[in-house]
Structures are given as structure tokens and as C-alpha cells.
């Protein structure tokens, strides 16, 4: 079993639609969406839905009214607003961070297990679908990207997986990367992504992590990415290839349409760079 994470320094570079693209060209037992706080392959993919169980965020704030004098202590004390009024918590605003408990005189506040959504899985035509269906407003974690990540071992245990990982550095994109064979960067070739690359390719050296990285619609400025190719090159990165601006091939991935897919002048491109992904993380799973 192999573990390949599609991940980026920035949203927006097209990181879903390469990891499309490798699941159309390649294949894979199982896919994991980790970005829960907008998850968008279950869009494309239409998973039929097969398991899903309830996943816990911070807790929140109950008052119990009978013990409750509405003295405004609580409202005082709360940085986050959640205590619009004496006794009166806003479970959206509320952090759980626990300090109206503390100086409440009565103990009239308790804090609960707060559900944020669920963990789900699905079968789509191109293997079984982890994912996360929160709640409006709700964060994911990295807790729950490990979760995600255990249940497609669990499920898969004898073929590759592929992540689709969240974009930046955070708790998220570290539970993607942990215990992975490989991964791709996606980046763009904007002075922005050209930033947020070379920090998250710090964060894949950080973790000894064999990496490559990936140009997608590189043609919009051409001395950009021949800059990425050479920041690569100066640093024995991996450049496993380039695909051009190509809305079509954008609209195709998005509603996991394989045969328009292959239709779009883009996709030579892109399978050759996810075939360079395979043979990146076959070497790394296999040295």
C-alpha cells in the first residue's frame, strides 16, 4: 500500500483537478478529500454514501437556568461575544475556551461535546471516497483528517491511496502528510504561489518527505514558472511537469468526467505528470 498527497501552499492553484486527473490516469483503491473545511471531490465524484459517523468539535456552553442568577459576569468576561446576553450562550460564536465557567459564581455553566459534522465514506467510480460533511460555519482539524486516513487503510489495506490534501501549512495539512510515501505540489505560477511553495515544500523537508512539484496553467506567465523550474533544479526538487490553463479540462474534472477529460488539449500534459507522480511515489514506497 501507497500513500501520494496532492497538496498546495494556496488554494485556488488546482490541486483537486491534477488529483482528479491521477485518479482518471492512474487509479487508486481509495481517495481521501482532507480538505474538510471545503470538501469538493464528493461534488465531482457523487459518492454513493456507505458509512458516516458524528465527529466532535470544541465544546460549547450551556447555561442551566435554574442556576443562573443572569448576574452579566459571563458576558463580561467573554472575548468572542458568544454571551449576547446574561445567561444566553450563541453556540456559533462560542470557542469553548472556558473562562465564563471559571467565573461564574454559581457554576451555572457546563460545557458539552459539540457535534461539527460527520466523517463519511462513499463508492464513486474510482475507488471509495473518505470525506467530511461539516457543519455550516464548522472547522476541520487534523483529528479528523486522521481519522479519514485510518478508516482508507482500514478499508483498502492492499492498494494505493490518494489524498487531496488542504491548501496552506496548518494542524490539516500536516495530518495529510504524516505517514505518506510521497507527494505533489501544485502550484501556479504567481509571485503568491511562488511564496507559499517554497514554504510548503519546507514544511515536506521538514517532515523527510520525498516530493515533487507541479506547474498548473503555467503558460499564464511563462518567466514565473520558468523561475519555479529553476528554484526546483537549485535544489534537487523533482519538477514532474506543467499543464497549461485549460478551462475545459477544469470543467470536466469537476464532475469527474473522465471522457471529456481525455478530450481537452490539457490532458497530455497532465497525465504525464501524474504518471511522474506514480513513478515518484512507487520509488518512495519501494527503495
Known sequence: MTELVFISGKGGTGKTTVTLGYLMACGAGAVVDADTDASNLPVALCPSRSWGEDVYGNEKAVVDASLCTRCGRCAEVCRYDAIPHPGEVCEASCEGCGVCALVCPEDAITFVPHVCGQACAGTTAY???????????????????????????????????????????????????????????????????????????????????????CVNRHDINPAITGAIRTWCADRDIPYIGQVPYCPALAAAAATGDAGRCVQTEAWPDLRAVCEAAEALTHAAGHP
Do not use: K, N
Not at 168 to 179: D, E, N
Open 127 to 213: 475507488g471509495t471516497l473518505y470525506y467530511a460533511a461539516m457543519e455550516p460555519g464548522e472547522e476541520g482539524t487534523g483529528l479528523i483528517v486522521s481519522r479519514l486516513r485510518r478508516r482508507a487503510r482500514e478499508g483498502s489495506p492492499d492498494s494505493p491511496i490518494v489524498i487531496d490534501g488542504p491548501p496552506g501549512l496548518g494542524c490539516p495539512v500536516i495530518a495529510s502528510l504524516s505517514g505518506a510515501d510521497a507527494a505533489v505540489i501544485v502550484t501556479e505560477p504567481t509571485v503568491s504561489g511562488q511564496s507559499d511553495l517554497a514554504r510548503v515544500a519546507e514544511l515536506c523537508m521538514a517532515m523527510d518527505l520525498r516530493f515533487g512539484v
